[in-house]
């Protein structure tokens, strides 16, 4: 077992398996009824849901197998590509909030104005 999980005392560790397995499903549930119920990939914000999502769903794939198969070749390298686009994604929202924020702005402005 992991190592992280499995020094928690035996009910906290139960109850975070199950945590990252609703979590694991949660995303897992909400990428294909999103991506095939509503036109994400026209929006900024629908890519930037999707691609969020399925990073946090990539990593708690990597954490399950890793509780399963903690030596499996490559982790570090999939870790690494996993934090690069968990950082890609979260600065891609700062760049949404600020585009968000400013057309509010403009928009008060042209209201007032």
């Not at 991506?35 to 691609?51: I, M, N």
Request: positive net charge; glycine residues 8%; charged residues 15%.
């Amino acid at each position: 077992m992991n190592q992280q999980i499995s020094t928690m005392p035996q009910p906290w560790a139960t109850i975070a398996y199950v945590l990252l397995g609703l979590v694991w499903l949660s995303c897992g549930l909400f990428l294909v009824r999103y991506t095939r119920r509503l036109p994400w990939a026209g929006t900024s914000e629908g890519r930037h849901l999707v691609a969020m999502s399925a990073n946090v769903f990539c990593f708690a794939t990597l954490y399950i197998v890793r509780a399963i198969w903690p030596d499996f070749p490559g982790r570090g390298a999939v870790l690494f590509v996993l934090l690069v686009g968990l950082t890609i994604n979260t600065v891609w929202r700062l760049v949404l909030l600020e585009k968000h924020l400013r057309e509010r702005k403009r928009a008060a402005r042209a209201d007032a104005g």
